[in-house]
């Protein structure tokens, strides 16, 4: 590379990860990503560390798990202090920037007690999950609420899309045959066409401003965020999208009648909640899964449009690519809609890491089933820019020993982990349980996935002989599975007694400091001949 490299990360909104057909789509067919997979890394065992899109980003732009950067739900701020990668690449030159959608909800209670001005410089930062903010928007928020204002808005009325949310009743609307406008928040519409030019509707408009940033970039090295909104709800898609596909391109659901009669307190509940009732139903799937097929197929194409774009700049030989989730969707799979918990569908996502280096020859087309998680690339991001490593603050590690060398590393992660927060669903309240125990953490090694439910029995899948996870063996009296339960149990114990928010300090100062006591204190000494025999002088010469 003749220059200082660059970084675009892409981050699709709610994308599952077998909805690309390098992941075994038969219908959807993505030949861009494809493109992309082949001339890079294509890793299937990548996971999120919360299956909800705020505290999984969180995580992923801070290399931390939800644990330590406490930002355990949507709308929970990050908080003042949390180091994000935008703070580790600015203290070594290179600008972070955010194009699109990042969740993130400003500590403004931290920042009025410490007296940052949310609008000064750091104040920006702070609110922007550490990023530059090109173009932020969020797009499910359309009215600002805790989130700002999107700029689409304002960008539809210059293109004459006229009404008083085109976001909402235009992009994410459609026309029934009758001429009514049709909201896309309810299901029954996902077959409409959106009621916006294709060229307009979200996805290009996003891949444009991605476009209109690295135009004017210059030399100097970034890292540019380009965080797609879709195919996350309202599932509606612009002609001529919304036509593309039809039931007989659906996946069967994968789901059993024993699920159905589970007897744990949390999935049951959440098979009773109102949002798995409803997407659960095979009328529903049938509306709303052509149009999430459309919506991929959608961002897709703006791939093309975008790869090739950078090609003809020459931006492909300095720039690392990377194509990710933060989360994926149910989509009526287990009896679930959304994505509240750990089934593949929801929590596992696809990972595609283009490096343009040398060093990635070796690698290139290659297939890695190693367990992955997100928070592995804030420090991938870190080390492709020559920065320091900083094991006491990212938990993740870099991907590069699976990115350069065709061959599994010696030493790699055993385990993956994610949790998940529940205090504000619908569920803890079917269940009954206090908020400080709707908690779950899931752990998986290559066969086992694991999940512990605060106050009630575990849930256990074999992955080997169970793939699609419908045999819940959290009960069983199997003693190999009672073996593998207390295991994964004592994992998950050993992983949450490591130093989690011990931030401020390097490891290298750490054991400078070992065995020393502060200079000017003496502990332990009986008299002046102890001292001496200590530090070889007079204990009147002491510091």
């Given at each position: 590379?003749?220059?200082?490299?660059?970084?675009?990360?892409?981050?699709?909104?709610?994308?599952?990860?077998?909805?690309?057909?390098?992941?075994?789509?038969?219908?959807?067919?993505?030949?861009?990503?494809?493109?992309?997979?082949?001339?890079?890394?294509?890793?299937?065992?990548?996971?999120?560390?919360?299956?909800?899109?705020?505290?999984?980003?969180?995580?992923?732009?801070?290399?931390?798990?939800?644990?330590?950067?406490?930002?355990?739900?949507?709308?929970?701020?990050?908080?003042?202090?949390?180091?994000?990668?935008?703070?580790?690449?600015?203290?070594?030159?290179?600008?972070?920037?955010?194009?699109?959608?990042?969740?993130?909800?400003?500590?403004?209670?931290?920042?009025?007690?410490?007296?940052?001005?949310?609008?000064?410089?750091?104040?920006?930062?702070?609110?922007?999950?550490?990023?530059?903010?090109?173009?932020?928007?969020?797009?499910?928020?359309?009215?600002?609420?805790?989130?700002?204002?999107?700029?689409?808005?304002?960008?539809?009325?210059?293109?004459?899309?006229?009404?008083?949310?085109?976001?909402?009743?235009?992009?994410?609307?459609?026309?029934?045959?009758?001429?009514?406008?049709?909201?896309?928040?309810?299901?029954?519409?996902?077959?409409?066409?959106?009621?916006?030019?294709?060229?307009?509707?979200?996805?290009?408009?996003?891949?444009?401003?991605?476009?209109?940033?690295?135009?004017?970039?210059?030399?100097?090295?970034?890292?540019?965020?380009?965080?797609?909104?879709?195919?996350?709800?309202?599932?509606?898609?612009?002609?001529?999208?919304?036509?593309?596909?039809?039931?007989?391109?659906?996946?069967?659901?994968?789901?059993?009648?024993?699920?159905?009669?589970?007897?744990?307190?949390?999935?049951?509940?959440?098979?009773?909640?109102?949002?798995?009732?409803?997407?659960?139903?095979?009328?529903?799937?049938?509306?709303?899964?052509?149009?999430?097929?459309?919506?991929?197929?959608?961002?897709?194409?703006q791939m093309g449009r975008l790869?090739?774009?950078?090609?003809?700049?020459?931006?492909?030989?300095?720039?690392?690519?990377?194509?990710?989730?933060?989360?994926?969707?149910?989509?009526?799979?287990?009896?679930?809609?959304?994505?509240?918990?750990?089934?593949?569908?929801?929590?596992?996502?696809?990972?595609?890491?283009?490096?343009?280096?040398?060093?990635?020859?070796?690698?290139?087309?290659?297939?890695?089933?190693?367990?992955?998680?997100?928070?592995?690339?804030?420090?991938?991001?870190?080390?492709?820019?020559?920065?320091?490593?900083?094991?006491?603050?990212?938990?993740?590690?870099?991907?590069?020993?699976?990115?350069?060398?065709?061959?599994?590393?010696?030493?790699?992660?055993?385990?993956?982990?994610?949790?998940?927060?529940?205090?504000?669903?619908?569920?803890?309240?079917?269940?009954?349980?206090?908020?400080?125990?709707?908690?779950?953490?899931?752990?998986?090694?290559?066969?086992?996935?694991?999940?512990?439910?605060?106050?009630?029995?575990?849930?256990?899948?074999?992955?080997?002989?169970?793939?699609?996870?419908?045999?819940?063996?959290?009960?069983?009296?199997?003693?190999?599975?009672?073996?593998?339960?207390?295991?994964?149990?004592?994992?998950?114990?050993?992983?949450?007694?490591?130093?989690?928010?011990?931030?401020?300090?390097?490891?290298?100062?750490?054991?400078?400091?070992?065995?020393?006591?502060?200079?000017?204190?003496?502990?332990?000494?009986?008299?002046?001949?102890?001292?001496?025999?200590?530090?070889?002088?007079?204990?009147a010469e002491r510091p």
């Amino acid at each position: 590379m003749d220059r200082p490299g660059n970084v675009l990360w892409i981050m699709a909104d709610q994308l599952r990860w077998d909805y690309l057909s390098c992941y075994g789509h038969p219908h959807l067919h993505t030949p861009n990503l494809d493109r992309l997979a082949e001339r890079g890394v294509r890793f299937t065992n990548a996971y999120v560390q919360s299956p909800f899109c705020g505290p999984s980003r969180m995580s992923s732009y801070t290399g931390r798990y939800c644990r330590s950067h406490g930002a355990t739900w949507n709308g929970f701020p990050l908080r003042v202090g949390e180091p994000t990668l935008g703070d580790h690449l600015r203290r070594i030159g290179v600008s972070p920037v955010i194009v699109g959608k990042t969740h993130m909800v400003p500590d403004t209670r931290g920042m009025e007690w410490l007296g940052i001005d949310p609008g000064s410089e750091i104040g920006v930062q702070l609110s922007e999950c550490g990023f530059d903010p090109f173009e932020r928007d969020d797009g499910l928020h359309p009215y600002g609420s805790i989130y700002p204002a999107p700029n689409y808005n304002d960008f539809l009325r210059e293109q004459g899309v006229n009404a008083t949310n085109p976001w909402e009743e235009r992009a994410n609307a459609g026309v029934a045959e009758d001429g009514a406008l049709r909201s896309g928040w309810l299901m029954k519409y996902a077959n409409l066409p959106a009621n916006v030019p294709e060229e307009l509707s979200e996805t290009p408009y996003m891949t444009g401003r991605a476009i209109d940033f690295m135009e004017q970039a210059g030399d100097a090295p970034w890292l540019c965020h380009l965080s797609y909104i879709k195919p996350h709800w309202p599932y509606i898609v612009p002609a001529p999208y919304h036509a593309m596909y039809g039931t007989e391109h659906m996946l069967p659901a994968v789901r059993s009648g024993a699920e159905r009669e589970t007897d744990h307190p949390v999935f049951r509940a959440y098979i009773e909640s109102r949002i798995c009732r409803t997407v659960s139903r095979d009328e529903v799937r049938e509306r709303i899964i052509p149009a999430y097929m459309g919506l991929v197929k959608q961002i897709d194409d703006q791939m093309g449009r975008l790869l090739s774009w950078m090609e003809g700049r020459g931006l492909m030989e300095n720039t690392m690519i990377v194509f990710t989730s933060d989360h994926g969707d149910y989509l009526g799979d287990h009896w679930m809609g959304e994505k509240d918990l750990f089934h593949d569908p929801s929590v596992k996502v696809p990972l595609i890491v283009y490096d343009p280096r040398p060093e990635a020859d070796a690698t290139r087309g290659q297939v890695r089933d190693e367990l992955v998680e997100c928070i592995d690339l804030a420090p991938t991001f870190l080390n492709y820019f020559g920065g320091p490593e900083l094991p006491h603050i990212m938990e993740g590690r870099t991907l590069d020993p699976l990115l350069h060398a065709p061959d599994a590393p010696e030493a790699w992660r055993r385990y993956a982990i994610s949790e998940y927060d529940y205090a504000t669903r619908e569920a803890r309240l079917l269940i009954g349980n206090a908020q400080e125990d709707a908690r779950l953490i899931m752990i998986r090694d290559a066969r086992w996935k694991y999940i512990h439910a605060e106050g009630f029995r575990p849930m256990l899948f074999d992955l080997e002989t169970d793939p699609d996870e419908l045999e819940d063996l959290g009960a069983s009296p199997e003693p190999e599975h009672a073996e593998v339960r207390a295991r994964l149990h004592e994992a998950i114990f050993a992983w949450a007694r490591r130093h989690h928010c011990r931030i401020v300090l390097e490891p290298e100062r750490i054991e400078n400091m070992t065995g020393k006591e502060p200079p000017g204190i003496l502990i332990g000494f009986w008299d002046e001949a102890d001292f001496e025999a200590e530090f070889g002088k007079p204990f009147a010469e002491r510091p």
